[in-house]
């Protein structure tokens, strides 16, 4: 009486929730080989991006503490923008804005025997100039954490401000960098679905190609979640992997397991001072 | 932008003299200004070491003992006044007009590595260990083959008593055995001069010991040292030359015993009370 439209909502589909399933266990151990093919597209247009995000949001980092104040200006101004502006709009201005305006468009090229797509590179470009304006604060910050002494001990042996950087400063810059920069590419793994909306054929698009064919929204969408899931949990294991790695290299023991790391117990936040035992 | 900046060191001394005052000393320091901001904190320093000399600079925090000796290895520039090690300008360039500028980062680098500097706060590379601390300065700097700067840091650290430390990282030593690390880093550039700010001051008290142990062998080997501490015992014991500084000034300068028995100046003598 008081549910009548809830019930005719229920009633449209007497069977009780619409889930197939079969369908979902099939996507999800099955999938077809598009569908794989928009996973590794994932996959690759994330690292790539992520990897010239680090150049090139390290040569900002460095730019803004250049000695040439135009330098300086740029590099701020880049940040300020970038960081002020959606990651889909400056999508949809860099493929079809600036194609549209004929100030550049993206062409299909062949590199060392693989086709690359125009879409895909103009993707590929866009997240990495967008990350690396985000790398460059990372980067800043991590660079602004070494203490001042480090430089001053490396240039009264008689380095050159340039192998200071290189050989003191950046080196224990990263372990700093290192987990706000994992958290950026775990980030970044969720952004290339955005990729979408210009017509990337990545993992996203690829499930909402299947619901269109098959109606099976829940179930597809839900499996395009559990293949980020897993991406990102794998991307979980490498960094705390790095992490340890750096942590060992300063003597400093036991950082935490995977599974601590996954499930957030057994574990304290690392100070900066070594414990004899723990 | 001050005047003196352009035109730094343009009285002192005579220019293109054939025997310049300090052409022979390790050290040359010639009316030294240094501010920061509106604080003046040294006022004309000058000062001479000859090679193999031991100096010990003393006197009140503040005092400007310590931007005197960063200013040596030009890791602050001087507002006026020259430096010389090994009569050579350190931080700068003489033009011909007598002007100093600032000279190029490798100029300054190739001078800084000449110079040997022991900070406080040790300033050890924590992401190496204690044998590459050691080897980089000559493996990165004077292009040492890797394995002979690996042998020559371990001799070093074995020298200053740490051979079994080789692979220890820094944040794996005591305070004392960081500064001794520090001390072998400092040495493996094969320095003509060793600066020591304060080496001690950031230690236990039963660690001081053998860091100044160090020192003193350093001393008697014959190194040219200038070294900053509240040490008195070390400096009545390996000084060849004492020096009181206060107020961004040299008070007084002689040979330890004599200054720690009867300084001339009231200002040296009520420091001394305080200290000894």
Redesign the interface.
């Known amino acids: 009486m008081v549910a009548t439209p809830l019930l005719s909502v229920a009633g449209s589909n007497p069977a009780g929730l619409n889930f197939d399933w079969a369908f979902f266990w099939h996507a999800l151990v099955r999938p077809n080989s598009s569908f794989l093919l928009g996973f590794a597209t994932t996959i690759y247009i994330s690292i790539i991006a992520m990897a010239l995000a680090i150049v090139v949001g390290l040569l900002l980092a460095l730019g803004r503490r250049s000695r040439l104040w135009p330098v300086r200006v740029f590099v701020s101004l880049y940040i300020w923008v970038v960081r002020g502006t959606p990651l889909l709009v400056q999508l949809v201005i860099v493929y079809d804005g600036f194609s549209a305006m004929r100030l550049f468009s993206f062409s299909d090229v062949t590199v060392l025997g693989i086709d690359i797509q125009g879409v895909v590179q103009a993707g590929i470009v866009t997240l990495a100039l967008n990350e690396a304006a985000y790398m460059a604060e990372i980067i800043r910050a991590g660079i602004a954490s070494v ?1 001042v ?2 430089s ?12 200071v950087m290189r ?2 400063v950046l ?2 810059a990263v ?1 700093l960098i290192v987990p706000p920069l994992g958290n950026d590419f775990n980030a970044m793994m969720k952004s290339t679905s955005l990729l979408a909306t210009i017509g990337v054929s990545e993992l996203f698009l690829n499930a909402e190609e299947i619901n269109s064919l098959t109606f099976r929204t829940f179930e597809i969408y839900s499996v395009a979640a559990l293949y980020y899931l897993f991406l990102t949990t794998v991307w979980t294991l490498v960094q705390s992997t790095i992490e340890a790695r750096l942590q060992s ?4 023991p036991r950082p935490p397991t995977f599974r601590q790391r996954l499930l957030g117990t057994g574990w304290r936040p690392a100070g900066g ?2 414990r004899d035992s723990a | 932008m001050s005047p003196e900046g352009e035109e730094k060191g343009a009285s002192a001394g005579a220019p293109g003299s054939p025997t310049r005052p300090g052409a022979a000393a390790a050290v040359a320091a010639t009316a030294v200004v240094k501010r920061f901001g509106a604080l003046e904190v040294l006022r004309g320093v000058s000062l001479e070491v000859a090679r193999g000399e031991v100096v010990v600079i003393i006197g009140p925090s503040g005092s400007g003992k310590t931007t005197f000796l960063r200013c040596i ?1 030009h ?1 602050e520039k001087v507002d006026s006044g020259r430096i010389c090690v090994n009569g050579q300008l350190i931080g700068y360039r003489e033009r011909a007009d007598g002007r100093l500028r600032e000279a190029s ?2 100029q300054i ?2 001078r ?6 022991v ?1 406080q ?1 040790f ?5 190496m260990t204690a044998l590459m601390n050691v080897a ?2 000559p493996l ?2 004077k292009r040492m083959p890797r394995q002979r700067s690996l042998d020559e840091a371990a001799a070093l650290l074995e020298r200053v008593g740490l051979a079994d430390k080789l692979e ?5 030593l005591s305070g004392g055995q960081q500064q001794r690390v ?1 001390i072998a ?2 040495l493996a ?1 094969r320095p003509s001069v060793m600066l020591f700010d304060e080496a001690t001051s950031a230690l236990d008290p039963e660690m001081v010991g053998e860091v100044l142990a160090v020192m003193r062998e350093l001393a008697t080997g014959g190194m040219t040292m200038i070294v900053v501490t509240h040490e008195m015992g070390f400096a009545a014991e390996v000084a060849d030359r004492l020096v009181m500084m206060d107020n961004g000034q040299i008070v007084e300068e002689g040979p330890p015993r004599q200054m720690f028995a009867a300084a001339a100046q009231a200002r040296t003598r009520e420091f001394l009370s305080k200290v000894l």
């Open positions: 203490g002494g480090q001053e001990a490396g240039l009264s042996l008689g380095m050159t401000p340039g192998q050989r003191i080196p224990q372990r290299q300063l003597g400093i001072r070594v | 290895n890791l980062r490798r680098a190739e800084r590595a000449e110079i040997g500097f900070f706060s300033n050890l590379f924590p992401h980089c300065g990165r700097v220890a990282r820094p944040l794996q520090a880093r400092a550039m």
